[in-house]
T-cell receptor, first 114, second 114 residues
Framework: NAGVTQTPKFRVLKTGQSMTLLCAQD?????MYWYRQDPGMGLRLIHY???????AKGEVPDGYNVSRLKKQNFLLGLESAAPSQTSVYFC?????????????FGNGTRLTVT | QQPVQSPQAVILREGEDAVINCSSS?????VHWYRQKHGEAPVFLMI?????EQKGHDKISASFNEKKQQSSLYLTASQLSYSGTYFC???????????????FGQGTILTVHP
């Protein structure tokens, strides 16, 4: 069982470039999340999805877009990267609502924007 | 609203105990606890749902106070493997603007020395 898989693991972008991060889970989970982690700030929710075809904004959604066309995949897009988006990005999934279901995290993507 | 964790960092010798606190200004539906080792993904430890609840496994346990605004994580007779950053995640529940969003504290860095 792979669990939650994120690709790529590392990426360096120049300001203004675009990219898509892919998250795939094989646990048939309904909920999926994208978090960013910056030193001293914990994990901050960017966007999340409560099921296939749905997306919702989290705490820090500006500059990002997401799509969930298939239940097992959750894509995070950066249309025009900025240095402030340098961070480690974690995808997570849960079987049910985050209120009572554990989150399973991927291994993260380290993104540097120069 | 981000929960507040204290302390920010703890340094222990093997065998010593530690307590990490997580506080919210609003009543919570639930509290999650996760541990993250350096360079790795956060790993789920436990969820508390009921006021006054206590649960745990091995030598790591947690409590949720009656008003459901504070949770504490207890690490007893610490081992080297306990080192890492501990995060609480909180869910306000239905009716709150944070419904469906697990909001994390800023983390507590725990270091256990031989």
């Amino acid at each position: 069982n792979a669990g939650v898989t994120q690709t790529p693991k590392f990426r360096v972008l120049k300001t203004g470039q675009s990219m898509t991060l892919l998250c795939a889970q094989d646990m048939n989970h309904e909920y999926m999340y994208w978090y960013r982690q910056d030193p001293g700030m914990g994990l901050r929710l960017i966007h999340y999805s409560v099921g296939e075809g749905t997306t919702a904004k989290g705490e820090v959604p500006d500059g990002y877009n997401v799509s969930r066309l298939k239940k097992q995949n959750f894509l995070l897009g950066l249309e025009s990267a900025a240095p402030s988006q340098t961070s480690v990005y974690f995808c997570a999934s849960s079987l049910g609502w985050a209120g009572n279901s554990p989150l399973h995290f991927g291994n993260g993507t380290r993104l540097t924007v120069t | 609203q981000q929960p507040v964790q204290s302390p920010q960092a703890v340094i222990l010798r093997e065998g010593e105990d530690a307590v990490i606190n997580c506080s919210s200004s609003k009543a919570l539906y639930s509290v999650h606890w996760y541990r993250q080792k350096h360079g790795e993904a956060p790993v789920f430890l436990m969820i508390l749902l009921k006021g006054g609840e206590q649960k745990g496994h091995d030598k790591i346990s947690a409590s949720f106070n009656e008003k459901k605004q504070q949770s504490s994580l207890y690490l007893t007779a610490s081992q080297l493997s306990y080192s890492g950053t501990y995060f609480c995640g909180t869910e306000i529940g239905a009716g709150g603007t944070s419904y469906g969003k697990l909001t994390f504290g800023q983390g507590t860095i725990l270091t256990v020395h031989p």
